[in-house]
T-cell receptor, first 114, second 116 residues
Framework: DAGVIQSPRHEVTEMGQEVTLRCKPI?????LFWYRQTMMRGLELLIY????????DSGMPEDRFSAKMPNASFSTLKIQPSEPRDSAVYFC????????????FGQGTRLTVV | AQTVTQSQPEMSVQEAETVTLSCTYD???????LFWYKQPPSRQMILVIR??????QNATENRFSVNFQKAAKSFSLKISDSQLGDAAMYFC?????????????FGKGTRLSVIA
């Protein structure tokens, strides 16, 4: 298996622009998590899905952030409009809902908003 | 809500020596899972070791072992025979025991340097 695939690996955008981050979870996994990593706040959970249904989005910082999971093999995290304080590494992770396995992480997307 | 604390922002160890990274957590639950993840400069999050709270025996994976003290809510990672490739950020993480999948709660991390 190729693991969790995120795209793009790096994104540089101007303030006010829309940014879309993409994630393909491991085939067969039915839980998906979006995390944000910054020096100041560490790894924060933004939102997670079980069986494509959002379970907890309380970590989404504000209405500028939205996430979707239209099917079991794809998820997006969108920021509109983007701001410099959104600059961070965004990780997607997937896992199995049944059983007690760890989360498997993608390589992350480094977002820079200038 | 559960919290995870890593009190050592940075640690260093001589190659071939042993180092212990500390982690404490706060929870009112009796069943849960604990993990150590490694994040090298490549950014990839790699699982190092996992411990189920209901197991008294400490988990080991080759040169990596944990000291799990449930009453003290402590979960330290010991790296033996340290190698240059062990240099990375190490994150302690907690997960609720649940029939479904739940998110990991992470500590702020410890940056480990290995000195040749």
């Amino acid at each position: 298996d190729a693991g969790v695939i995120q795209s793009p690996r790096h994104e540089v955008t101007e303030m006010g622009q829309e940014v879309t981050l993409r994630c393909k979870p491991i085939s067969g996994h039915n839980s998906l998590f979006w995390y944000r990593q910054t020096m100041m706040r560490g790894l924060e959970l933004l939102i997670y899905f079980n069986n494509n249904v959002p379970i907890d989005d309380s970590g989404m910082p504000e209405d500028r952030f939205s996430a979707k999971m239209p099917n079991a093999s794809f998820s997006t995290l969108k920021i509109q409009p983007s701001e410099p304080r959104d600059s961070a590494v965004y990780f997607c992770a997937s896992g199995l809902r049944e059983g007690n396995t760890e989360a498997f992480f993608g390589q992350g997307t480094r977002l820079t908003v200038v | 809500a559960q919290t995870v604390t890593q009190s050592q922002p940075e640690m260093s160890v001589q190659e071939a020596e042993t180092v212990t990274l500390s982690c404490t957590y706060d929870t009112s639950e009796s069943d849960y899972y604990l993990f150590w993840y490694k994040q090298p400069p490549s950014r990839q999050m790699i699982l190092v070791i996992r411990q189920e709270a209901y197991k008294q025996q400490n988990a080991t994976e080759n040169r990596f072992s944990v000291n799990f003290q449930k009453a003290a809510k402590s979960f330290s990672l010991k790296i033996s025979d340290s190698q240059l490739g062990d240099a990375a950020m190490y994150f302690c993480a907690y997960r609720t025991y649940y029939s479904g999948n739940t998110p990991l709660v992470f500590g702020k991390g410890t940056r480990l340097s290995v000195i040749a």
